[in-house]
Every structure is written in structure tokens, then in C-alpha cells.
């Protein structure tokens, strides 16, 4: 299977240089729609003209917890089957379909206490030798100021209404600031660089799925109704820092006041009463769902979102996100992204049903 996806490399590279033209106007036009946000919502790759093959229909497949190895569920928390609410009625970015507040019926199902770290993803490539998309396709997104001088200094490209934002030739998960730079150091930080398709082949190779939107909007609540963020209202608690985002003038001044210019250690924040991390911030989480804006208010049991689509509903924000630039650390906030998009700010954990 992931010998056949090398086989195309060359093919997507080829339409790839034509296409990141026309991706861009893409942009520009639709960052123009939504100046509410320059987040990654828009940057999608415009460039798959082959067929692929999918690893699954996640919607599709039942998973058995009794399936998946001892130690992995101890790294997962139970959320017990009941009657829960998503969505808000005070929406503040209404059209990305934060609301209605509506009520959603689960089963009990298991989520990752982490983002996969970059660890956790070695150990899938290094046993299948999976090339993710970044790496096929030749580049992916990297924020200007984490990159050296010189090697902004080779880039001419950027995205236009957000040109913080720089195609980076081998970006990719292993060197997440373009070749010249490494994990070795990272090893416990959420894995980056993956698009949909690879956080779905990882979470089919060790037995689990992707959270549907419902489920990971349920586990970020934390048990709590109505409130902001997985620990309740308050952005700071005590004044401290429970999430990794910006603090200062995005996008020139990054204070770091909360320890960490990039991404943090997944095992670094805990945020609600259910034991997760990082479930809000430091990367943005892909969810099992294709993206629409408009919902209904009726009641839904264990609601998988539409059958089809263009775009993968993301949550969660990432270390990028400031109140006046991007206010998506909030567990009702969502955005979107093709499902063959990667960024060095988005990343995913995975949920088994039980
Ligand atoms: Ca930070
Ligand atoms: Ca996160």
C-alpha cells in the first residue's frame, strides 16, 4: 500500500509546481472572504490529480478496544456513554458553525491523552516505512519566525493575507523547519507535517481512529457545560498558563510566557477533569469529520457529520493562537482543512470505540 503511493511522487511534483499557483489565488481569495482569521483554514493543497487510495472509511469501520494493546489504552482515557451538549449559542466566529448548542448522545469511547508525539510516529514509520504527504509532495507550511535567516532567505513564495506562513521546501514531521533542521530533541512533542491521510494511517496501524468533531468536543468540555475552554472560563486561572498559544503581537512578537516559542512536550499541560493534554493549543487536532457550517438543532446519536466533503474539520488551535488573531483555543472553535493540507502547527490524537 505504501508502495504504491511512492510510485506517484514524481506525478505530484510535476502538477504540484503548476497547481501551488492556482492553490495561492485560492488563497488569497478566500483569506480575503474571512479576514477574521488567517489561522491555517486556508491553506489547503490544490494539487491531487492522481487517485488515491484511502486507508479506510473511518466512518465506516468498528473498532474493538479488546484489539488494541494494554499499554495503549492506559494511555487513553474512558468517556462514559451519555447525553452531552456541542456547539454554543454565543458563537464567535459564527460562520465557521461554532453553534447551535446542541445536544449529542455517545457511547462510551476512548480518547489519547496526548497528541501523538513524534515518538509515537517514528515508531509507525520505522515498522512501515510510510511516506507521509508532506514528504511526497516536496514541501509544507512552516511559520515565518520559526525559520533561520537563511533559510527564509531561499523562500519567495508566501501566502498571501498571511505571509507568516512559508511553503518550506522537505518540511516534513522528521524536519519540521525544513531540512536543516531535526526532532532529536523533540521526540516527545506532537508530531507536525501530517496531513488527514497520514494521522489515519497511523491510527489504522496501531488499532485506533480518529475522534469523530462530537467525541473530541466532549472530551475537551471535560464534564463542564457552557464554558470557554476545557478547565472552565477563565483563560488563566490563578494566573497560570494551562495551554500552549501566543502570548504578545501576533504575528512579530512572541513573548513566551508560557515556556514554549513552538510547540511544547504533549505531556506538558493538563486541562480538564477527564486527564487530557494539550487538548486545546500547542497543535491543532484533526477530526474524523468532513467540514460543514450549518447544523441542526435536533438531537443526534453519536453524529459522524456529512457523508462527503471537500474539507476535515480540525479543533483545538495551536501555539499560534491569540485572542485577537486567532481566538480557536475554545472547545466550541473549529476550522478546516483538505485532508491532504499539513503545517508545522497541526497535528492529531486518535479514540477507539468500545
Ligand atoms: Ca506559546
Ligand atoms: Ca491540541
Given at each position: 500500500m505504501y508502495t504504491s503511493r511512492n510510485t506517484k511522487v514524481t506525478l505530484f511534483n510535476y502538477f504540484y509546481k503548476i497547481q501551488i499557483i492556482l492553490g495561492y489565488y485560492y488563497l488569497c481569495i478566500n483569506a480575503?472572504?474571512?479576514?477574521?482569521?488567517?489561522?491555517?483554514?486556508?491553506?489547503?493543497?490544490?494539487?491531487?490529480?492522481?487517485?488515491?487510495?484511502e486507508y479506510c472509511v473511518v466512518n465506516n469501520i468498528k473498532f474493538d478496544a479488546n484489539n488494541v494493546k494494554e499499554e495503549q489504552i492506559k494511555q487513553m482515557v474512558k468517556i462514559d456513554a451519555g447525553t452531552y451538549f456541542i456547539g454554543t449559542n454565543n458563537p464567535v466566529f459564527v460562520a465557521d458553525g461554532e453553534g447551535?448548542?446542541?445536544?449529542?448522545?455517545?457511547?462510551?469511547?476512548?480518547?489519547?491523552?496526548?497528541?501523538?508525539?513524534?515518538?509515537?510516529?517514528?515508531?509507525?514509520?520505522?515498522?512501515?516505512?510510510?511516506?507521509?504527504?508532506?514528504?511526497?509532495?516536496?514541501?509544507?507550511?512552516?511559520?515565518?519566525?520559526?525559520?533561520?535567516q537563511n533559510m527564509k532567505n531561499k523562500i519567495n513564495k508566501a501566502v498571501a493575507q498571511a505571509p507568516w506562513w512559508l511553503p518550506v521546501k522537505e518540511a516534513?514531521?522528521?524536519?519540521?523547519?525544513?531540512?536543516?533542521?531535526?526532532?532529536?530533541f523533540r521526540m516527545d512533542h506532537p508530531v507536525v507535517h501530517v496531513s488527514w491521510n497520514d494521522a489515519v494511517?497511523?491510527?489504522?496501524?496501531?488499532?485506533?481512529?480518529?475522534?469523530?468533531?462530537a467525541e473530541w468536543e466532549v472530551a475537551c468540555r471535560g464534564g463542564l457545560s457552557d464554558?470557554?475552554?476545557?478547565?472552565?472560563?477563565?483563560?488563566?486561572?490563578?494566573?497560570?498558563?494551562?495551554?500552549?498559544?501566543?502570548?504578545?503581537?501576533?504575528?512579530i512578537e512572541n513573548t513566551e510566557k508560557d515556556g514554549y516559542k513552538g510547540t511544547s512536550p504533549v505531556t506538558r499541560f493538563l486541562q480538564n477533569k477527564y486527564g487530557l493534554y494539550n487538548i486545546v493549543g500547542n497543535v491543532w487536532e484533526w477530526t474524523a469529520d468532513w467540514w460543514i457550517t450549518k447544523h441542526s438543532h435536533n438531537q443526534q446519536i453519536n453524529p459522524i457529520g456529512p457523508s462527503s466533503g471537500s474539507d476535515k474539520v480540525k479543533k483545538g488551535g495551536?501555539?499560534?493562537?491569540?485572542?485577537?488573531?486567532?481566538?480557536?483555543?475554545?472547545?466550541?472553535?473549529?476550522?478546516?482543512?483538505?485532508?491532504?493540507?499539513?503545517?508545522?502547527?497541526?497535528?492529531?490524537r486518535c479514540a477507539i470505540s468500545t
Open positions: 480575503t472572504k474571512d479576514s477574521s482569521c488567517q489561522c491555517i483554514s486556508k491553506l489547503n493543497r490544490q494539487s491531487i490529480l492522481v487517485p488515491r487510495k447551535p448548542k446542541r445536544e449529542v448522545v455517545l457511547t462510551n469511547f476512548y480518547i489519547d491523552k496526548f497528541e501523538v508525539s513524534n515518538k509515537d510516529y517514528m515508531a509507525f514509520v520505522s515498522t512501515t516505512g510510510y511516506i507521509t504527504e508532506a514528504e511526497s509532495f516536496g514541501d509544507s507550511f512552516v511559520f515565518e519566525n520559526l525559520l533561520t516534513s514531521w522528521q524536519h519540521p523547519e525544513g531540512p536543516n533542521s531535526n526532532i532529536t494511517a497511523y491510527c489504522n496501524w496501531i488499532g485506533k481512529r480518529l475522534p469523530t468533531e464554558r470557554l475552554y476545557p478547565w472552565g472560563n477563565k483563560l488563566m486561572p490563578n494566573s497560570q498558563h494551562k495551554a500552549n498559544i501566543w502570548q504578545g503581537n501576533f504575528p495551536s501555539y499560534l493562537c491569540h485572542k485577537n488573531y486567532c481566538y480557536r483555543y475554545r472547545c466550541a472553535a473549529r476550522s478546516q482543512n483538505t485532508p491532504d493540507t499539513s503545517a508545522g502547527n497541526l497535528g492529531f
